[in-house]
């Protein structure tokens, strides 16, 4: 059986709690009025959950897969292989093994053999993915995580259970794709010219020691022409430079709502879990709505 863990989905997980909890309470109450609120609640939460769910799948399977090398700026998804930033190596804080991203879940064994939570560390470093036609800086943080991989690691009564995603781990991103650097860079020669001079003119010693060559204490036209084709030489200097340097990817968290995911399952896997997530919604939605109804009819409300 397949083993995964979806991190931050707090709507899918949470959902099921609120409603049983809601289910719970209107039969300890055991009034019209709390039965009629419970329903209520039902009602909204499987509708959100439903909604929820279903958009999220179709986003998944109606997104077209982009390359890094040539995708647009701005919500994308993308596929490829993971691996580390180059510099300090990610290791598990279990074994110490290298990873690109973990999540780490530790418990203790009570005397009643129950075993109670101690504490989570997850990692936030970002990673990078190869999809073949270019490099793109994974940033993990507010993302929700589907992964398979899980190991558990017993010492004595302490139970550690980590989730992780290793090199060259095949990986799916949703999010927003952003280039740093030169993606789009603003020339203006004559502005840029005129900017530099500004600042030289700004430093009267500076300008005179570069380019008062007679010595006299002031730059006659024949020297500031000189200064000019100097200015100019920079400038165009620098905008080689700028074109030269290498584009920089990055995949984060977009802004508002939509869907942040990191996985490292098929597309067309993650969809079919966000879609049984929305039928048991469904299912929440309609038999709440239908206990409504048949309350209603029996004359209870």
């Known amino acids: 059986m397949m083993l995964v863990r979806l991190k931050q989905d707090l709507a899918n997980l949470a959902l099921p709690a609120v409603?049983?909890?809601?289910?719970?309470?209107?039969?300890?109450?055991?009034?019209a009025w709390g039965t009629l609120a419970g329903l209520g609640m039902l009602m909204g939460t499987g509708l959100y959950g439903w909604l929820r769910s279903i958009r999220h799948a179709r986003l998944i399977l109606d997104t077209p897969t982009a390359r890094i090398a040539s995708a647009a700026q701005g919500y994308t998804e993308l596929r490829g292989r993971g691996s580390p930033l180059a510099g300090t190596p990610l290791l598990s804080p279990v074994n110490?093994?290298?990873?690109?991203?973990?999540?780490?879940?530790?418990?203790?064994?009570?005397?009643?053999?129950?075993?109670?939570?101690?504490?989570t560390v997850e990692s936030d470093a970002s990673f990078v993915l190869d999809d073949g036609s270019g490099l793109v800086a994974v940033d993990p943080e507010g993302a929700d995580m589907l992964v398979r991989r899980r190991d558990v690691f017993n010492e004595g009564d302490t139970r550690h259970t980590q989730w992780s995603l290793i090199a060259n781990d095949p990986i799916y991103v949703i999010g927003e794709f952003a280039t740093l650097g030169s993606i789009t860079p603003v020339f203006d020669t004559r502005a840029q010219i005129r900017d530099l001079l500004a600042d030289w003119k700004a430093d009267r010693?500076?300008?005179?020691?570069?380019?008062?060559?007679?010595?006299?204490?002031?730059?006659?036209?024949?020297?500031?022409?000189?200064?000019?084709?100097?200015?100019?030489?920079?400038?165009?200097?620098?905008?080689?430079?700028?074109?030269?340097?290498?584009?920089?990817?990055?995949?984060?968290?977009?802004?508002?709502?939509?869907?942040?995911?990191?996985?490292?399952?098929?597309?067309?896997?993650?969809?079919?879990?966000?879609r049984l997530w929305g039928l048991f919604h469904a299912v929440v939605f309609l038999g709440s709505g239908a206990a409504a109804a048949w309350f209603n009819q029996i004359g209870t409300f």
């Open 96 to 119: 110490g093994l290298p990873l690109i991203w973990y999540r780490v879940v530790t418990q203790r064994k009570q005397r009643d053999g129950k075993w109670r939570h101690v504490g």
């Open 19 to 31: 409603q049983i909890g809601t289910v719970a309470a209107a039969l300890a109450i055991d009034e």
């Open 205 to 274: 010693k500076q300008l005179l020691e570069r380019f008062d060559l007679d010595g006299d204490g002031e730059i006659s036209l024949e020297e500031w022409e000189l200064a000019r084709a100097q200015a100019r030489r920079e400038v165009l200097k620098q905008r080689g430079e700028t074109l030269a340097t290498a584009e920089a990817h990055i995949v984060r968290k977009p802004s508002g709502r939509r869907l942040f995911l990191i996985s490292d399952l098929d597309p067309a896997l993650i969809a079919r879990r966000y």
